[in-house]
């Protein structure tokens, strides 16, 4: 679960990590309420979309077609102002608040579609000495939180991992001990983080620790982390994704989700417990199981054909999961044939059948719909949707199921 | 002999009573499985189906069983603490069927397990978010469907649980039975890797060759043909799910995402080639290429 700039620093506030005073404003009233309130000559106003790329991002209502090419194609000067803008007055606020609030963001991360931008977030500048970056994650490898900096802040780590691995440190938390204050000390230290800055920073990599703990994130980012002139470090940036698995202890944090920047019809699957990813393609796929559902996307892909979802309805859906899954595939205009593949373990073939069979009844088929069954009580299954008397084309193996559900979507 | 579960094998289930964990036991049981108990705090001294006596803790069922491996059904705020309890409780091979368990609780977890090995337990996690693994004929802990396996000689490991059923059922189709599957599960952090799985079956004189299934996200996938590229003996066919994903989303299983520019399937056929790992780019040919290359 993606978290916005403003409520990263909420928690980041909460847990003693020193960040720029601000505050999040949803109207042009409120906006400039919040920097006259800031005080100051100097604000700094942000688009709150859970794409990255705002700074470089242009608004659709605002520039041209061509514009917004050159920020799809990932330019690196584009005319017009963006998704974060410095101001030195309250009137520069003002004019920013009116071109964001409402207005439809498109970075190169969001696509051309863009991204309507319904909150903002106005903050004070801070004068900055050296820009580093520092990160809490879970290192995979060896099954552990990793702290990892490095000196190329306000840049993307995957840049800096490529160019510059040597600019990168790492520490790794012992989960029973916790970061420890030597290891807080040596990343310090490798940073050349000394002087007045030297305790600032220490107590810094402890308390983005515990924040991460504390919230269960699975991911917390400071790019950039800033050393004032005055010897102070503070997180300019913060991005924050917190683990899905965990939500069920984090109540407070999960009702700030922010949920219009998904795919309506991932919402929906939401809703019915089904993993659902919308992807490009023509060909509609509802399977059981990540793995197997990823591998049919392959396969399809493999045979000529192109995905138009990742859908897994999970090891034991019920008959009206399934037809919920056949509905929300159907709503997509793109979809030209879809592919029912079922390997059943806990899941019967027999439950999968009966859904198919309801769900075509009641909304019909304006696609070919090829179903594979295999596992659990497949013969049953098979003879449902055999005797149903519609139009389901049945297939054997995946191989087989591949090829049928292209040549389908391609009208052969 | 088989791979870490065979004829010998005492389960026990935590969770018997919940409705998946009964629901397992009686499908595991039904299958041949010795199951000697199950655990649920607060049942002690009652019986499961009238025949499988129920404790109050893990220590319990031990000490009256014998029991060498456990099966955890157990919700995801407590499956974590249900595994260090198995450990704890010095149970060898500890099954986490359970899907959703934070990631954070799963640090702690595989850590209180190192802690324990390296002071000379030999525990050994499978999971979690796993169907588990299976000795077909023998032993089979978790939610895989029994029937579709064959006893045989070739190894599958796996991070998916439908897609262990499709590479089982394609290499019973072809006439090639199963010493044992281990599906290893989806999450970030899992207890038995690719890596633990191949050595298993690289060291089982009853294992001829292995099928590896892979799945975008993290580089376990990588490590494993680091080490089979200096090690490993016998024939694997590889296949990496997830080639068509796009990047930054979360496919089905937690660890499924491919970030920063890792976890690409490409990178990871790319480890598999240069491992000398026979690879099929469709799913449809794994147990057809593995008869081919054992020349069968």
Known sequence: ?412 | MAVLVNSNTRLITQGITGSAGAFHTRGCKAYGTNVVGGVTPGKGGQLFDDSVPIFDTVADAVKSTGANASMIFVPPPFAADAIMEAADAGIGVIVCITEGIPANDMVRAWRYLQGKNAAGANLRLIGPNCPGIITPGQCKIGIMPGHIHTPGRIGVVSRSGTLTYEAVGQLSAVGLGQSTCIGIGGDPVIGTNHTDALRLFNDDPDTDAVIMIGEIGGSAEEEACAWAKDHMKKPIIGFIAGATAPPGRRMGHAGAIISGGQGRAEDKYAAMESAGVHIVRSPAEMGRRMKEVLGR
């Not at chain 1, 800055?197 to 107590?203: D, Q």
């Not at chain 1, 102070?232 to 994704?241: E, G, I, Q």
């Not at chain 1, 019909?364 to 098979?382: C, S, Y």
Request: proline residues 4%; negative net charge; glycine residues 10%.
């Open chain 1, 1 to 412: 679960m993606k978290l916005h700039e403003y409520q990263a620093k909420d928690l980041l506030r909460r847990h003693g990590v020193p960040v720029p005073p601000g505050k999040a404003a949803k109207t042009v009233d409120e906006a400039v309420a919040v920097a006259t309130e800031l005080g100051g000559n100097f604000w700094v106003v942000k688009a709150q979309v859970h794409a990255g790329g705002r700074g470089k991002g242009r608004f659709k209502e605002v520039v041209g077609p061509e514009v917004l090419e050159a920020v799809l194609a990932g330019a690196a000067d584009v005319p017009g102002k963006g998704g974060v803008q410095l101001c030195k007055s309250i009137d520069a606020v003002k004019a920013a608040a009116e071109t964001m609030l409402g207005n439809t963001l498109v970075t190169k991360q969001t696509g051309a579609e863009g991204v309507k931008v319904k909150t903002i977030f106005i903050t004070t500048g801070a004068s900055i000495a050296r820009e580093l970056y520092a990160a809490i994650l879970l290192d995979r490898q060896k099954s552990r939180l990793v702290l990892m900096a490095s000196t190329e802040g306000g840049t993307e780590i995957e840049e800096v991992a490529e160019k510059h691995p040597e600019a990168i440190q790492k520490v790794w938390a012992d989960p029973v001990t916790g970061l420890g204050d030597w290891q807080a000390r040596e990343m310090a230290f490798k940073l050349g983080l000394t002087g007045k800055s030297f305790g600032p920073a220490v107590a810094l990599f402890k308390k983005l620790y515990e924040a991460y703990l504390a919230t269960d994130a699975s991911m917390l980012e400071i790019n950039p982390l800033v050393v004032t002139p005055e010897g102070d470090v503070v997180a300019l940036d913060a991005k924050m994704v917190i683990d899905d698995n965990a939500t069920f202890r984090q109540k407070e944090i999960v009702s700030w989700y922010d949920s219009g920047e998904d795919d309506p019809a991932e919402v929906e699957a939401a809703a019915y417990n089904l993993n659902f990813v919308k992807l490009d393609g023509t060909i509609g796929c509802m399977v059981n199981g990540a793995g197997l559902a990823m591998a049919t996307m392959d396969i399809i892909k493999f045979y000529g054909g192109e995905p138009a979802n990742f859908l897994d309805v999970g090891g034991g859906a019920n008959k009206d999961q399934v037809k919920a899954a056949l509905q929300i595939i159907t709503k997509d205009p793109a979809v030209k044939a879809i592919l029912v593949n079922i390997f059943g373990g806990i899941m019967r073939c027999d439950v999968i059948a009966e859904g198919v069979i309801a769900a075509v009844k009641e909304t019909g088929l304006a696609v070919p719909l090829v179903v594979r069954l295999a596992g659990t009580n497949v013969e049953l299954g098979k003879k449902m949707l055999a005797e149903s008397g519609l139009a389901i084309t049945p297939a054997d193996g995946l191989a087989d199921a591949a090829e049928k559900v292209v040549a389908a979507a391609s009208g052969r």
